[in-house]
């Protein structure tokens, strides 16, 4: 790696954008010299619950911990299954991987939707299974409607990974609260965007205490509780962990909550530009339906190429001709040299597939008309 | 009611706070170039050849774990006198923690004999805590660990800067790898965060590794064109710290070594006036107060008991104190491994008592504490008499 090869994308795939009243939000909080999880954390996690609907939001240092504690809640533990997509951030089965359990990896139903199987999930379900995990692939939700009757049908936990929420519903309701725990993401890509954080929601009072001495070591009293002198000291109840978030990024997430709604909107409005002009291009496949955009958070913007030898010099094209950065959601997780090793022999053809093809194009809320015009000329040019 | 004075008073003057504000507006959070530079300047601060900037000490730890090769199977001794967290970090990499002695009350760092005789065919590291950072002899215990095949770990989550030996090797460099805090209460603060160094290029890759994930590529060498995409090659964890934390740390560490001797000062402060109080005594000597970095100034009382009062008359007296448990009496502890015996890690559970220490705090808030100790003092005598 030398500076010379360093190449900056004139139009990135995700860009942030972070306001002043955020900027405030953060220098007020390092003012006040109180940076440990405390009053601005259960604030936002309040106002988050709220947001989404949920009774519990339980704010952790990632969706990864999110995902760990979780799993950790259904019980998953050695000797345990826990179905997967594969079609996913890695996060998903590492998680459950943590928990001493094996990951089972669902395929995804084919181009048109890039979630979890439903079908696929059932035929997958042993006596060991545990849990289930759905994602909701790039912010559309996935049938966790079905999955939850299927799961409560067997006594088995749903989790719902929605890192690609908040702000997509289901039949009304905000994804992460239909299943047993839903978990998101707040990593700097994301639709509420922060660095580095997550948060658990459940309406499981059970979970929600469980999440909170989990996340920090197991113990029954926090630093804020010692400091505001609601107790003097601390037994430890369980192995726990240090999944706390900090006051300084719970402060930015509150000031970024209130544009959450208008932020997603205009990723819509962006995303129905981009369906209604790419749908006219040869050599291009668009999951998904013009009307589930509605109910989509908006998070990424992924389209198939039909050629499925094209991938790589697509990328390429568009990156070296254009300036336009993109990246693939996701690398199919059975497919890692890491996941090859442990579980031999996994075969997802809608998944392995989608993987070939998918390409993740440029969308954030303050993607210009301009700019998204230039993506749209760009893809055009690199299809010939 | 709000302290008078509080355990620790973190102040974070404004070039801090437009060093992070700056980042913000850069727009870029994900570790990158300011998490490069904090991992570089870290590594000459402490001199390691490798600095490894994670979410948390916690994190540091494990990682080190598993870089170390702990699994299920192995046993790790560590220190028996310290926070949850390092025993745990054995745990989560499926081995045995096994508690150790320290040296006593007056000497809260692991016991090098003590070590010697729990060393098992199925021993494979060793964690040393530089506990209230105070250096333990990892000179010596690493001499040990190299004769019998184990990897040291120094947890120095407490102790950043201190000097292990008169030459003034620093806490964190002697062993196989050193984890350290970036927590709001320690020396270096930015809220959540922390720190593994290696001298190891072996080691410390497998730790760069395993915190984001164990992807040949990271979101930063993405978006520089240098990746398009990666691979993962074993099952890491997301333990990233961010570019805002990396921001603060490193605005930070431009002011650390005044901020260390802020705190050494008060420790001297509070040892001289402190001194010869009846029912009142110190842990470790003045030399070992000079090596030290000052996470907390720890004390000692006669019994728990004493202890207890103690700690309610200064709580009466709106200063605010703490002290930690021995590990092998929590109950998730006695759970999992039954009643372990450790009467030196025992005795100073019960007898210590950590006064307010901070880099901020001004003179009368040093006499507030020492008066209001001498008032607690002055009242279990008369309680006595």
């Not at chain 1, 998953?76 to 590492?94: K, Y």
């Not at chain 2, 009350?105 to 805590?129: F, G, L, Q």
């Not at chain 2, 901020?259 to 000062?265: F, G, K, L, Q, T």
Request: glycine share 8%.
């Amino acid at each position: 790696m030398t500076a010379a090869t360093e190449t900056f994308p004139e139009i990135p795939f995700f860009d942030l954008r972070v306001e002043e009243e955020d900027l405030e939000a953060v220098a007020e909080t390092l003012r006040s010299g109180w940076l440990t999880m405390g009053p601005r954390t259960d604030a936002f996690e309040r106002k988050f619950a709220e947001y989404v609907g949920g009774r519990h939001a339980v704010a952790v240092s990632s969706c990864t911990a999110a995902l760990h504690l979780a799993y950790l809640a259904a019980g998953v533990g050695p000797g345990d299954e826990v179905i997967v997509p594969a079609f996913t951030f890695a996060a998903t089965a590492a998680a459950v991987i943590y928990c001493g359990a094996t990951p089972v990896f669902a395929d995804i139903p084919g181009r048109h939707d890039l979630g979890i199987d439903p079908d696929d999930v059932e035929r997958k379900i042993t006596p060991r299974t545990k849990a289930v995990c759905a994602v909701h692939f790039a912010g559309y939700p996935a049938p966790v409607d079905r999955l939850r009757e299927l799961c409560d049908e067997r006594g088995i936990a749903l989790i719902e990974d929605a890192a690609h929420g908040p702000g997509a519903t289901l039949g009304g309701k905000q994804i992460g609260t239909i299943g047993f725990a839903g978990c998101f993401s707040f990593f700097s890509n994301k639709v509420l965007p922060v660095g580095e954080g997550g948060m658990l929601v459940t309406d499981d009072d059970d979970v929600a205490a469980q999440a909170r001495t989990l996340r920090s070591y197991g113990m029954t009293s926090g630093t804020w509780a010692r400091h505001s002198q609601a107790t003097t000291t601390y037994d430890v109840t369980a192995l726990g962990y240090n999944y706390k978030l900090d006051e300084p990024r719970s402060a930015m997430l509150m000031s970024r909550l209130r544009r959450l709604d208008n932020d997603i909107a205009r990723r819509r409005e962006l995303i129905m530009v981009y369906r209604r002009a790419l749908s006219k291009m040869d050599g291009v496949t668009l999951p998904y339906r013009d009307e589930d955009v509605a109910t989509a958070s908006g998070y990424v913007m992924p389209i198939l190429l039909d050629d499925p030898d094209f991938q790589s010099e697509f990328r390429a094209r568009l990156r070296e001709r254009h300036g336009v950065q993109t990246s693939v959601f996701y690398p199919a997780t059975h497919t890692f040299t890491a996941y090859r090793e442990r579980y031999a022999g996994v075969s997802l053809p809608n998944t392995e597939l989608a993987a070939r093809t998918e390409v993740t194009i440029p969308l954030f809320s303050h993607l210009t008309d301009e700019d998204q015009q230039r993506v749209l000329a760009a893809i055009e040019d690199a299809l010939r | 009611m709000s302290w008078r004075v509080p355990l620790a008073d973190l102040k974070i003057p404004e070039e801090d706070v437009q060093a992070v504000l700056d980042c913000l507006r850069s727009g870029w959070l994900t570790m990158g170039p300011r998490t490069k530079q904090f991992e570089d300047e870290f590594s000459a601060y402490v001199n390691s050849p490798h600095a490894v900037a994670v979410s948390s000490c916690t994190a540091a730890l494990h990682l080190a774990c598993l870089a170390a090769g702990l699994g299920e199977g192995d046993e790790a001794i560590v220190a028996g006198m310290t926070f949850v967290s390092t025993p745990n970090a054995v745990r989560y990499t499926g081995a045995t923690p096994v508690l150790c002695e320290i040296g006593g009350a007056d000497d809260m760092n692991i016991d090098i004999e003590d070590v010697e005789r729990r060393i098992t065919p199925h021993t494979k590291a060793v964690i040393a805590v530089h506990f209230c950072g105070y250096p333990a002899k990892v000179t010596e215990l690493r001499r040990l660990c190299d004769e019998r095949g184990l990897l040291l770990i120094e947890d120095a989550a407490q102790a950043i800067a201190a000097a292990v030996d008169d030459s003034g090797r620093r806490a964190g460099t002697v062993g196989h790898l050193g984890c350290f805090s970036l927590f709001s209460k320690n020396q270096l603060p930015v809220g959540e965060g922390g720190v593994v160094t290696s001298a190891d290029d072996d080691l410390a890759a497998k730790v760069r590794s395993l915190r984001s994930h164990a992807m040949t590529s990271v979101t930063w060498d993405r978006h520089r064109g240098y990746a398009d995409t990666y691979d993962i090659v074993d099952i890491g964890y997301n333990y990233r710290l961010d570019e805002p934390r990396a921001a603060l740390a490193l605005s930070r560490l431009k002011r650390l070594d005044r901020d260390i001797e802020a705190r050494r000062e008060l420790a001297r402060t509070y040892r001289s006036k402190l001194a010869g109080l009846e029912g009142l005594g110190f842990v470790w000597d003045d030399q070992a107060v000079e090596r030290a970095t000052h996470f907390a100034f720890p004390v000692l009382l006669a019994d728990q008991a004493a202890r207890d009062r103690f700690r309610e008359r200064l709580q009466g007296l709106g200063v605010q104190t703490t002290w930690y448990p021995a590990i092998h009496r929590f109950s998730d502890y006695r759970e999992t491994y039954g009643e372990l015996s450790l009467p030196r890690v025992e005795e100073a559970a019960e007898r210590h008592c950590a006064l307010p220490m901070s880099s901020g705090f001004s003179s009368e808030e040093v006499e507030i504490v020492v008066e209001a100790v001498k008032q607690a003092l002055a009242e279990e005598l008369g309680a006595a008499a």
